[in-house]
């Protein structure tokens, strides 16, 4: 069994987030991650403040992306059911 401090779990969460998704995740990745049942639900979701990341637009790129390494802090930061 590895035992894991919590910066190291976080380390390894953001890394593997990074191998599977890249730096920056779309909304379909970002459904994928936070069981969100379809795009739809994530925008409406961002809308009402209660999306658990940061959405960002970036020029020359369309749609909306979360960052990969705010996504791993927000897993790490929820509560245990």
Not at 9 to 31: C, H, S, Y
Not at 74 to 80: K, L, Q, T, V
Request: zero cysteines; a positive charge; aromatic letters at 8%.
């Amino acid at each position: 069994m590895i035992k894991l401090s919590p910066n190291q779990n976080l380390e390894l969460r953001i890394t593997v987030i990074r191998d599977t998704f890249g730096e920056l995740l779309n909304l379909a990745q970002v459904a994928e991650v936070f069981k969100y049942s379809t795009v739809d639900a994530v925008r409406k979701a961002h809308s009402r403040g209660s999306l658990p990341v940061k959405l960002y637009k970036f020029q020359r790129k369309e749609g909306l992306f979360a960052k990969a390494d705010e996504v791993a802090k927000a897993i790490e930061s929820m509560p245990e059911a």
